[in-house]
């Protein structure tokens, strides 16, 4: 597909008015592109909804639970009252008649912590060997790319059950098994990116005033690949918050902050009497990882308009 | 001849990557805290002396050097044996081999739903490629990927399973069938069993398959062969199926064996959520009683698997296609 070759002429046509305009002004130069790209999100209708989503989501996990004195794990009325019966709580009680609302709005931080610290892992792991690999190229891509593959190729889920089942359920294990089976894409993402951006005339400039390699690959190239990388790290939290919904409904996770996943678990044995217990944390999972990908694709549109609707 | 030496390339590399596999998987277990015996000799009557734990140890050689410890692992692995559960107090071989039927069918049945759907969907949206429907396939395939699959799973099952009642709810046999029924009514109950699981795990690909087949269809679609397919005057619909499929479907048989490990990992959940008696019911149960010997075999088979898998794919990609022959030639 021409979608490679497609971005390197851009990058080429565009590096030569970009040279002029540095020296008219270094800081409208510096400004300018962010200023287009926000202007571009802000016009990409899909990913305004899924940033507001996401606010939503923040402010519930976060700003609400302060103001709500009610413990969640109190019996608040019969079991299984189904949502919107009069004089019971808005979303329903579950099985031990806890309310159902309450618990899923206290679930939300947990969740969201073990996908954050799982997704900058991802990241930093992928970037990492993408930059090297990509940058070195040779026997040292070849290496690492073969160590790429093969955590590629461990089934992922299975692989990080395995892990969490030897190790023990707690936070730490959960975030290091996501992190182990999820850096593969990210690495490979940033891998072709550093290979494109190495070849461009500021790359071989910074190395002929004798930058080093490390100095190339932070500061000149990594400033140039952060919008790839920041659509990497949207996706990224998706895939982690996934795995942390599957690992923790299969009954591996923290049995007292009950994310999530874990409380679709809990209430999955009641199903054929509450569909609502089910029902509202995984919609919750859903609309997370939607309003994720929204972001993400709309910050890829707005950094790489010619990628669009691919 | 060359051919021959490349493909002989990329089985010893799959070989390679199986070895590191096993080895990996035996440091894990060698690294988490606690062994076998500790899982055996503690017990609701307290745990066994250390004297007795010495004993096992010694038997069950877990006192020889690691070294020693992973050849003997390597080599029974190579022989099919997972060595014994102590939990299940059965081989490890005797409690995987049932499951692994329902799990490929399962798997099959699933991808095939994917496959076939999500070519028809593509194929449609690239023929029409500014309609709405070509368009909205983007925010349809973030949904797709957005469903967290035991969750999908759940209200299939709570849709079509409690409230309409069409489909059963778990399983993957009518335990009330009659014993003479013949073998096609058999086929047919689990069949009728299949139908909710194959569409929650197809599910997950589904949409990127079909996003894929429609980049890829768009692209074919404007080649020249197809143009000159449509100017010799074929009709639309031996240009589309015979002609621009053919080549519009390679990109989607190229990722089938990388999501051959996706899939395994869906299974997981699937089969969790629906009562089916695959492998990946079978690692969740062993979850529960931290059977952690079973729990290493289906990983280490699936991971074989999913590298045989690509393999295979590689194989037989540079079998079909002309050219990935031809820059040898010359």
New interface residues.
């Given amino acids: 597909m021409s979608v490679e070759r497609e971005g390197v002429e851009r990058e080429v046509v565009a590096g030569a008015p970009g040279v002029f305009r540095a020296a008219v002004d270094v800081r409208e130069r510096d400004a300018a592109p962010g200023r287009a790209a926000l202007g571009m999100f802000l016009r990409n209708r899909a990913a305004v909804a899924g940033a507001i989503m996401m606010i939503v989501i923040l402010l519930v996990s976060y700003a609400l639970p302060p103001f709500v004195t009610a413990d969640k794990n109190d019996f608040v009325g019969g079991r299984h009252t189904p949502p919107l019966t009069e004089g019971a709580p808005l979303f329903g009680t579950d099985y031990l008649g806890r309310d159902i609302g309450l618990i899923v709005m206290h679930g939300g931080s947990t969740t969201l912590e073990v996908a954050g610290f799982a997704a900058v892992l991802i990241v930093f792991v992928g970037a990492l060997v993408g930059a090297i690999a990509g940058y070195h190229g040779g026997w040292v891509d070849k290496v690492l790319m073969k160590f790429t593959e093969f955590f590629q190729i461990l089934p992922g889920l299975l692989f990080a059950l395995v892990v969490v089942a030897l190790f023990g359920a707690s936070t730490l294990t959960i975030v290091l098994a996501i992190g182990i089976i999820a850096w593969p894409p990210v690495a490979r993402q940033t891998r072709s990116e550093f290979m494109k951006q190495k070849s461009l005339e500021y790359v071989k400039a910074a190395r002929a005033i004798g930058a080093s390699d490390t100095r190339i690959i932070l500061s000149t190239i990594l400033p140039n690949a952060l919008p790839v990388l920041i659509v990497q790290i949207t996706l990224a939290m998706g895939t982690a918050i996934l795995f942390e919904a599957g690992l923790s409904f299969l009954g591996l996770g923290d049995a007292d902050s009950l994310s999530w996943g874990y409380y679709v678990g809990l209430n999955r044995q009641y199903f054929l009497v509450n569909w609502w217990g089910v029902t509202l944390p995984g919609l919750m999972v859903f609309l997370t990882v939607l309003s994720l990908s929204l972001i993400g694709d709309g910050i890829q549109d707005a950094v790489n308009p010619k990628l669009r609707g691919r | 001849m060359r051919q021959a030496s490349k493909i002989a390339k990329r089985l010893a590399e799959a070989a390679l ?1 199986i070895l ?2 096993i080895v ?2 035996f440091m ?2 060698h690294l ?2 606690g062994d076998v015996v500790d899982a055996l000799s503690s017990g609701a009557f307290g745990d066994a002396s250390e004297e007795v734990n010495a004993r096992l140890r010694e038997q069950l050689k877990l006192d020889e050097p690691v070294l020693v410890q992973l050849c003997a692992y390597i080599g029974n692995v190579l022989q099919g044996d997972f060595g014994y559960s102590p939990v299940a107090k059965a081989p490890v071989m005797d409690l995987i081999l049932p499951r692994v039927a329902p799990t490929l069918l399962l798997a099959i049945s699933s991808l095939a739903f994917a496959v076939v759907l999500g070519v028809a969907i593509g194929t449609y949206a690239a023929r029409r490629p500014e309609s709405g429907f070509s ?1 909205s396939l ?2 349809f395939s ?2 797709g ?7 999908t799973g ?2 299939l ?2 849709v079509f399973g ?1 409230w309409l009642q069409w489909l059963p ?1 778990s399983g993957m046999v009518n335990l009330r069938l009659p014993r003479d029924a013949t073998l096609i009514e058999r086929a047919l109950d689990v069949g009728h069993h299949l139908i909710l699981p194959t569409v929650s795990l197809g599910v997950i690909f589904l949409a990127s398959f079909s996003r894929l087949a429609r ?2 269809m768009l ?1 074919v679609l404007q080649s020249d062969y197809v143009r000159t397919a449509r100017a010799k005057g074929l009709p639309e619909r031996t240009v589309l199926y015979k002609h621009a499929l053919r080549n519009g479907l390679i ?1 989607i048989v190229t990722i089938l064996g ?1 999501e051959f ?2 899939l ?3 299974a ?2 699937v089969e ?2 629906f009562a089916w008696p695959g492998l990946g019911r079978l ?2 149960t ?3 009683t ?1 059977d ?1 010997s079973v ?2 075999a ?2 280490t088979l ?2 074989v698997t ?2 045989l898998a ?1 393999a295979l794919t590689d194989i037989v990609y540079r079998l079909i296609d002309p050219r990935l022959r031809v820059p040898e030639a010359t």
């Fill in positions: 990557l590191a596999v990996f998987n894990l277990v988490a805290p368009h983007t925010v973030l949904i990927f957005a469903m967290p699959v035991f969750w759940l209200l099952l709570i409690v709810i980049a890829s692209e990109p990388m490990g996706v395994l990992s869906g997981i959940l969790t959520v690692a969740f062993s979850v529960l931290r952690t729990l290493l289906i990983l699936v991971s999913v590298i690509n």
